[in-house]
Structure formats: structure tokens, C-alpha cells
């Protein structure tokens, strides 16, 4: 089975740097997945990770370290707009299924 | 752009009713997979399917039900809704090895 943790809420202020941490403990894994939830729309591919280091893309970053179940997503110069739900998500190794974190609410203000 | 058509935003039903919510992927795209989301829950897989007419259970798959005629359309059917299965259903596609993405989703309330 597949377990994944990220904390439930963080606060930020425009213009600020934010980390959101993801740690998990799985039977499988093939890879990670960041994805962004605005209150009442579908979840939006963000970054995907198979192997150890950091991924850049723009202003969203995320890093992945298989030996110890931990990827991070890294949000810089945060605008109004990043005020979102955060998922993190593991793939399986076998029909590429993903099992999602509860996710991370970030509020960003001015 | 990949597009991935859910048939309803908000849907009300009542209990003991069928329920069939459809989803329609434009990419030709072999996997298609079904979501529910619930506060405190987060997002849970209820049925997936690699091709058409096969299918594979998820993690919640008791109340629910799924047919893949054609690799375009992928349909959730509660077979006797219950107030329990008030939820936002989420629809996916994806090929192997590639990111999911998303419907929009449809609300449902079972009252």
C-alpha cells in the first residue's frame, strides 16, 4: 500500500519563497507527481519526479530523494494567483495508478 | 490540449437512484481512471481502465461500477445511489509513463 503525507495547511506572503514537503512510504514507486488545486476546478499537472535530484520550471521547482521517501515542492516569488490546493502523488509501478496526498491548502496574502 | 469532458458540473439525485456520469477523453488515450474527492479525504481511485471494455478495481470501488465500450468514454454507474456517495467526482486520462490530467469535475449530492 501506499501511504503519503503533506501538511494540511501553509500561509505565505506575496512575493515570498513557500516549501509544501511530501513524504512517503510505499510497496512500489515509479515516480512523483505535484499537481495544483484551485477551489472548485480540476487538479492541473505541476512537476514530475522519477529520479533523485531537482526539477526547475519557472518559478515551481521539485526535488525527490528515493532513499528517503521525501520530495518538496518549492514555490518562489509567490503571487495572489498560488493560492491553491498543493497534491502530492505517487505512481505505482505496475497500471501507473496514483495514490494522492490529502494535500496542502497554501494561502498567500499580501 | 488534451481534453477530458466530464457530462455534468452538478448533478442531484436521489437515493436508491442509477447513476451514470460519463467522461470522454479527446487524446486516444488507452488509461482512463474515476476519482472521488471529499474533505479530509483527499483524492481516492474508485475504477481505472488500461483498454477498452477491461477495467480495474482502486482502493474504494464498493457502490460503484464502470463501462469502457469505446477508448473515448469512460462511465461511472452507482447502482443505487446512497447519501454516503455525495462527493465531487473527478475523471482522468493518461498514458503510461505521462502525467493524468483532469476533468472538471461533477458534484454530485445524493438526497
Known amino acids: 500500500g501506499q501511504n503519503i503525507d503533506q501538511p494540511t495547511e501553509m500561509t505565505a506572503t506575496e512575493g515570498a519563497i513557500v516549501q509544501i514537503n511530501c513524504t512517503y512510504q510505499t510497496s512500489g514507486f515509479n515516480g512523483l507527481f505535484w499537481y495544483q488545486q484551485h477551489a472548485g476546478e480540476a487538479p492541473t499537472f505541476l512537476s514530475y519526479n522519477v529520479l533523485d535530484g531537482l526539477e526547475e520550471k519557472g518559478r515551481f521547482s521539485s526535488f525527490l530523494s528515493r532513499s528517503k521517501g521525501y520530495s518538496y515542492l518549492l514555490l518562489k516569488e509567490l503571487q495572489m494567483k498560488d493560492s491553491a490546493s498543493y497534491l502530492c502523488?505517487?505512481?505505482?509501478?505496475?497500471?501507473?495508478?496514483?495514490?494522492f496526498g490529502k494535500g496542502t491548502m497554501l494561502l498567500v496574502s499580501p | 490540449d488534451v481534453k477530458v469532458t466530464q457530462s455534468s458540473r452538478y448533478l442531484v439525485k436521489r437515493t436508491g437512484e442509477k447513476v451514470f456520469l460519463e467522461c470522454v477523453q479527446d487524446m486516444d488515450h488507452e488509461n482512463m481512471f474515476w476519482y472521488r474527492q471529499d474533505p479530509g479525504l483527499g483524492l481516492r481511485l474508485i475504477y481505472f481502465?488500461?483498454?477498452?471494455?477491461?477495467?480495474e478495481k482502486g482502493d474504494i470501488p464498493e457502490g460503484y461500477s464502470v463501462s469502457r465500450e469505446k477508448k473515448e468514454r469512460f462511465s461511472l454507474i452507482l447502482e443505487s445511489a446512497s447519501t454516503n456517495q455525495t462527493s465531487m467526482y473527478l475523471c482522468a486520462e493518461g498514458e503510461f509513463g505521462q502525467p493524468q490530467h483532469f476533468g472538471d469535475g461533477t458534484r454530485l449530492s445524493i438526497l
Open positions: 481502465s488500461y483498454d477498452v471494455k477491461m477495467k
Open positions: 502523488a505517487v505512481r505505482d509501478e505496475g497500471y501507473s495508478t496514483l495514490t
